[in-house]
C-alpha cells in the first residue's frame, strides 16, 4: 500500500466513514476517551497511532470485499456470447464481384446450351421435310426403286445427313453414337434383308407363252410371265424383259425390251427364243408353219 494512500486514509471521509459506523467509529472514539481518563499517562500520539491502525485495517477489509465481489461478477462478464467479427468492406466487395463473375459464367454456359439446341432442331425440320420429298420421289418412281434397291436405300439416307450428334465426341465412341451413322447402318441393313428376301421370294423361272406355228414373213407378240418356285405367277411382275433370238435370219426382235418380233419369208423349222426378267430366264421353242 503506496504512502499517498494511507495519507488519503486521514482525510475527513475515510474518518467520518469509520465514526459514524456503529462497530467501529464511535465506540472507538469512546472508548479512545475512556482510557484516557484512566490511562493519562498515554500520549495522544499513541492513541492516534492505534485510530490510524483501526482505519487501515478497516481499510483492508474494504478492499477485500471489493476484490471478492469483482471476482464474483467477473466469470458472469465472461459468459457474455462473443459477437464475431463481420467481414471487412473490402471481403464484401471482392465476395459480390466473384458471385457476379459466376452468374455471368452461368449465363454463357446456358445461352450457348440453347443456341445448340436450336440449331439441332432447325437441322431435325430440314432433315424431315427432305425426307417427305423423298418418300414422294421413290413412290412416285416405284418400279425404277424396285429394280434399283440400293439406290433407292441411299436417297433415302440422304436426308439424314442433316442431322448433328447431340453432343460432340471423338473417337470410337462419338462416331458409333453419330445418328447419321446409326440411320445409315439401319438403311442399309434392311435393304440387304429385303433383297435376300426378295431373291428368296423373287422370279425363279419365265414362261414365255406358245404362239403356235408361226407363219413366215408375219410378226407377231410374244409375251411373258415370271414364276415362283412353286409356279405361281409374281404379284409383282418385272417392269422389262428382254428377247433374244438364236437364229436372227429367220426371227428377230427390234427392240430387245419388246416382245414385238418379226420373220423372213424363208423362216423354216423353229427358232430358240429366250427370255430374261427378274433374275430368271425362260426359253420357248418357235415353229415356223410349213406349206
Known amino acids: 500500500m503506496s504512502q499517498t494512500w ?6 475527513e471521509e475515510i474518518g467520518e466513514g469509520i465514526y459514524d459506523s456503529e462497530d467501529a467509529g464511535e465506540g472507538s472514539y469512546y472508548s479512545g476517551e475512556a482510557e484516557y481518563e484512566d490511562l493519562g499517562e498515554e500520549s495522544r500520539s499513541a492513541r492516534r497511532r492505534r485510530e490510524r491502525q483501526r482505519q487501515i485495517l478497516l481499510a483492508r477489509q474494504r478492499q477485500r470485499q471489493a476484490q471478492l465481489r469483482s471476482q464474483q461478477r467477473a466469470p458472469l462478464r465472461q459468459q457474455r456470447p462473443v459477437r464475431p467479427a463481420g467481414p471487412s468492406p473490402r471481403q464484401t466487395i471482392n465476395a459480390v464481384r466473384s458471385l457476379d463473375l459466376e452468374n455471368k459464367l452461368e449465363q454463357d454456359s446456358l445461352r450457348r446450351t440453347l443456341e445448340e439446341a436450336n440449331r439441332r432442331a432447325s437441322r431435325a425440320t430440314w432433315a424431315a421435310v427432305a425426307s417427305t420429298a423423298v418418300d414422294q420421289g421413290l413412290a412416285s418412281f416405284v418400279t425404277d426403286a424396285q429394280n434399283h434397291p440400293y439406290v433407292a436405300a441411299g436417297v433415302r439416307f440422304a436426308p439424314l445427313l442433316f442431322l448433328s450428334p447431340e453432343k460432340k465426341r471423338g473417337g470410337v465412341e462419338g462416331f458409333a453414337t453419330d445418328p447419321r451413322v446409326i440411320g445409315g447402318a439401319a438403311i442399309l441393313g434392311i435393304a440387304l434383308l429385303g ?12 414362261t414365255i407363252g ?10 407377231g407378240t410374244l409375251a ?5 418356285r412353286n409356279g405361281i405367277p ?6 422389262t424383259f428382254t428377247w433374244f433370238s438364236n437364229n436372227p435370219n429367220y426371227l428377230s426382235f427390234p427392240s430387245a425390251t419388246s416382245g414385238t418380233y418379226t420373220t423372213t419369208d424363208s423362216a423354216a423349222g423353229s427358232v430358240l427364243v429366250t427370255a430374261q426378267g427378274g433374275g430368271a430366264t425362260g426359253i420357248l421353242w418357235v415353229t415356223f408353219a410349213s406349206d
Do not use: E, K, W
Open 210 to 219: 406358245n404362239p403356235g406355228d408361226i407363219t413366215p414373213g408375219v410378226g
Open 224 to 228: 411373258a410371265v415370271a414364276l415362283d
Open 195 to 206: 433383297n435376300f428376301r426378295t431373291r428368296a421370294q423373287g422370279a425363279n423361272t419365265v
Open 234 to 239: 409374281l404379284s409383282v411382275q418385272p417392269a
Open 6 to 11: 494511507l495519507d488519503a486514509i486521514d482525510t
